[in-house]
């Protein structure tokens, strides 16, 4: 068929993870609560370092940075993927899928910088103490928090302008459960490899250049770390970097099976069981694996109950 008579769809249909109408309504309920427990969980960081000065630190300004991404993130994913599983209808415009699209790929570039942003805090922190509160002052933290803003968007911008730029003339199916660039970039009708070659040297930049920062400096903590004498000084920098480990490991191993391995966007059943670690599991994860051994959230928490129960006795 010439490229004249090539016509752009009007929508795609996004396939979900089953079509069985019970499992649907099963996946409803279990997602709503996951999306519950994500915004209330996040929502609970921020208030509790809003409330108590003793958290009005670098690494809790950083990790309200997170918190506020995931709330942004799970509101731009699970909504419509709820309201696909109650109605059993997964039509979305084009207009819409790229906004989807654009957002998911903002917040996740934007969590890539910000995790290497609090590594190379806790560097800073347990590596060079003393220079710590000139070195991470709040001008510092602003520029960190701005870069990883502004790098997510920017790279966003350029991975969803060279998608849209082709044209979209069917299959109309995507075999995802949200809009996910590589298994939608297949569906175009025309060679996509220069764009392609653009995503996965976005998803290179993107992805292992804030690895090399968090394994550089988790490198460095190590070393420091393993030469304190205290027991206890030890015990406790283990502890403060193991929680942001264990996001990294999570957050990162998923996004780089799907956006760095060969055959990018398959649109298989792996590619939905993948993104259903970094799209639902992670933002669900962050807040308790933070909060879950940490002494300075645990009283922020305490304090800020016994300020309400003594403001409800009076």
Not at 139 to 165: D, E, K, M
Not at 275 to 294: C, D, E, G, K, S
Request: glycine share 6%.
């Amino acid at each position: 068929m010439g490229a004249g008579n090539l016509t752009s769809i009007p929508e795609f249909i996004l396939v979900g993870l089953t079509n069985d109408r019970k499992t649907q309504i099963l996946l409803f309920v279990v997602i709503l609560l996951i999306y519950t427990l994500s915004i209330v969980g996040n929502a609970i960081i921020i208030l509790l370092v809003w409330a108590d000065s003793q958290l009005h630190t670098p690494m809790y300004f950083f990790l309200t940075n997170l918190a506020g991404l995931e709330i942004c993130y799970v509101t731009t994913t699970l909504p419509q993927m709820l309201f696909n599983l109650l109605t059993g209808n997964g039509a979305i415009s084009l207009a819409r899928c790229a906004i989807q699209m654009h957002m998911i790929l903002s917040l996740g570039g934007t969590e890539c910088i910000l995790l290497a942003a609090m590594a190379y805090d806790r560097y800073l922190a347990i590596c060079h103490p003393l220079l710590y509160a000139v070195l991470m002052d709040r001008w510092h933290q602003l520029q960190l928090a701005s870069t990883s803003w502004g790098g997510g968007i920017l790279l966003a911008t350029i991975n969803v302008s060279c998608t849209f730029r082709h044209l979209f003339c069917g299959p109309n199916h995507v075999n995802h459960f949200v809009c996910e660039l590589p298994v939608v970039l297949k569906l175009a009708c025309a060679d996509t490899h220069v764009t392609e070659s653009v995503v996965f040297t976005t998803a290179a930049l993107i992805l292992l250049g804030p690895l090399s920062v968090i394994l550089t400096s988790y490198g460095l903590i190590l070393s420091s770390v393993l030469k304190m004498q205290s027991t206890v000084s030890r015990r406790k920098a283990f502890s403060t970097c193991a929680s942001h480990l264990l996001v990294v490991t999570v957050f990162y191993g998923t996004v780089i099976t799907m956006y760095m391995r060969p055959g990018l966007g398959t649109a298989s059943n792996f590619d939905k069981k993948i993104a259903v670690f970094y799209i639902m599991i992670t933002p669900l994860l962050n807040p308790i694996i933070y909060t879950l051994r940490n002494k300075d959230v645990h009283g922020a928490a305490s304090k800020l109950m016994r300020r309400w129960s003594s403001e409800q006795k009076s």
